[in-house]
């Protein structure tokens, strides 16, 4: 089966870096995803690899190693509005199902 | 350009009824794909419709169902609902299918069973 492991949650505080691991394990990987949502809201699309290596837009990158089954989410220069859940999410059995993470609560602090 | 939009926003129903919920996609995506998000088991993928076609089913009972009209809205119906199904129901649609296509998120329809 397919299954994605991320941390439950993570503080940090205001103007830090913090990183988002996502670890998976599915079949026909095509590319993993991140997604932000906030409390009460849908989630948004943040990020997508389909290659190794670091993608950068404006204060977050995301970074996938396929030999590793393994990513990350890199937020810098924190602010309060990130705080919000994060779930990395891939699209699997050939590019049929779509599978997210259980997410990861994020708080920042002042 | 109008995002992805879904009703009713809430809705409340007893043990046994059957709910139908609808999602309309950003104009011009074609792809429709239907999520269920709780606390306990997180989100998860439903079904994904494309061009009026079922392409894709999660690891739902037969009781969830689906289906895409030619303007590429499409509704979800939930029959003899159980108390496991309140939920939030979210419609995501992208331009096509498949790959790791962005996805646009609706605000969601709020189930209640009771």
């Known amino acids: 089966g397919q299954s994605l492991e991320q941390p439950s949650e993570v503080t940090a505080v205001e103007g830090a870096i913090v990183q988002i691991n996502c670890t998976y394990q599915t079949s026909g990987f095509y590319g993993l995803s991140w997604y932000q949502q906030h409390d009460g809201g849908a989630p948004t699309f943040l990020s997508y690899n389909a290659l190794d290596g670091l993608e950068e837009t404006g204060r977050f990158s995301s970074f996938l190693s396929r030999s590793d089954s393994y990513g990350y989410l890199l937020l810098q220069e924190l602010q309060m509005k990130d705080s919000a859940s994060y779930f990395c999410?891939?699209?699997?059995?050939?590019?049929?199902?779509?599978?997210f993470g259980p997410g990861t609560r994020l708080s920042v602090l002042p | 350009k109008a995002g992805v939009t879904q009703t009713p926003r809430y809705l409340i129903k007893t043990r046994g009824q059957q709910v139908t919920l609808s999602c309309s996609p950003i104009s011009g995506h074609r792809s429709v794909s239907w999520y269920q998000q709780t606390p306990g088991q997180g989100l998860q993928f439903l079904f994904e419709y494309f061009s009026e076609t079922q392409r894709n089913k999660g690891n739902f009972p037969g009781r969830f169902s689906g289906r895409q009209f030619s303007n590429s809205r499409s509704e979800m119906n939930v029959s003899t609902l159980e108390l496991g199904d309140s939920a939030l129901y979210l419609c995501?649609?992208?331009?096509?299918?498949?790959?790791?296509?962005?996805?646009?998120f609706g605000p969601g329809t709020r189930l209640t069973v009771l």
């Open positions: 999410a891939v699209r699997d059995n050939y590019g049929q199902n779509f599978v």
């Open positions: 995501a649609s992208s331009p096509s299918s498949g790959r790791g296509n962005e996805q646009f």
